[in-house]
């Protein structure tokens, strides 16, 4: 699936929830901020940045964890092996697998290599919900508020975040040797 077609596919499943995908364009745009970085791997990531939440549409949850649903749903339609498992070990996927008991599910798509694990990540975790760029810190702050504290995404947000917030530290440090931070 080239760049356009991923485009209207995520338009298409998200403009009913505005706000992720208002948040989605704003993954995209990091993920072309990253592409100078990347080489041919920006691709691949600029494809699973648009696609990363289509999980969230209300046709495509299964599971109930977003990143698997969106991750199978796009296998169904034939989409790049390394774009599905970036879009389903994006961010904190990991650990909410591990709450929700889907750790099995999850390892049914490839991890993908960590350079890239740590792009998506970083895409996602510099955009805010409704489509600015925000700093990782207050972006996991957020997710946390919205979240209560026994809720899942909470809990697993708060065992993730300092991994997250390393995966984001090594892309920072990539742009700045690159001369792009
Ligand atoms: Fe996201």
């Known amino acids: ?28 745009e990091q993920a072309r901020i990253l592409a100078p970085v990347l ?13 990363h939440d289509v999980g969230y549409a209300a046709s495509v949850v299964d599971t109930g964890q977003h990143m698997i649903d969106g991750a199978r749903h796009l296998s169904r339609l034939g989409v790049d092996p390394t774009v599905c498992s970036l879009v389903a070990y994006h961010s904190s996927s990991e650990w909410e697998a591990a709450e929700l008991g889907l750790s099995a ?19 996602d975790l510099t955009s805010g ?6 700093d990782p810190v207050s972006r996991l702050d957020e997710v946390l508020r919205r979240y209560d504290a026994d809720h899942v995404v909470h ?27």
Not at 41 to 50: M, R, T
């Open 129 to 134: 919900p409704n489509g600015t760029v925000l």
């Open 39 to 51: 080489g041919a791997d920006a691709e691949p990531v600029a494809i699973a940045a648009i696609l």
């Open 1 to 28: 699936m080239h760049l356009s077609l991923a485009y209207r596919t995520a338009e298409s499943l998200l403009t009913s929830i505005p706000s992720r995908w208002a948040h989605s364009c704003r993954v995209l």
């Open 155 to 181: 809990r697993a947000v708060s065992a993730a975040r300092p991994a997250l917030l390393r995966m984001v530290d090594r892309v920072t440090k990539r742009l700045a040797d690159a001369g792009r931070a």
């Open 105 to 123: 599910e999850l390892a049914t798509f490839r991890r993908p290599p960590s350079e890239l694990l740590d792009a998506i990540t970083y895409c």
